[in-house]
């Protein structure tokens, strides 16, 4: 079945940086939109970015975060840098295969078949 597995979450101090990663397997990586969404406490989750062959951003992390993939290793990443306390949340990777229609959808959490347990990142002040 498929598994996505997070790692890496942690406390950082704010302007501190943490990188995470998604570890896929029992799916065809290379054919799936992968993506990473957010969610604090009391708050809905919300898209922070997702790669195909493209990449998108949520204004919120952009020229702060950059995520990646490595199709050879089924493993996506999240470089977080310049992280602030508003950024604490759960982080949950999330696939689902790549169509245009899909890849259109990748903002919305309720497009993605498959998730992670989550990673937490707390940034302290």
């Known amino acids: 079945q498929v598994q996505l597995v997070e790692s890496g979450g942690g406390l950082v101090q704010a302007g501190g940086s943490l990188r995470l990663s998604c570890a896929a397997s029992g799916l065809t990586f290379v054919a799936y939109v992968m993506g990473w969404f957010r969610q604090a406490p009391g708050k809905e989750r919300e898209f922070v970015a997702a790669v195909s062959g493209m990449t998108d951003y949520a204004n919120s992390v952009k020229g702060r975060f950059t995520i990646s993939r490595d199709n050879a290793k089924n493993t996506m990443y999240l470089q977080m840098n310049s992280l602030k306390p508003e950024d604490t949340a759960v982080y949950y990777c999330?696939?689902?295969?790549?169509?245009?229609?899909?890849?259109?959808?990748?903002?919305?959490?309720?497009?993605?078949?498959?998730w992670g347990q989550g990673t937490q990142v707390t940034v302290s002040s």
């Open positions: 999330a696939g689902i295969k790549w169509s245009s229609a899909t890849w259109g959808r990748r903002k919305e959490a309720r497009s993605y078949d498959y």
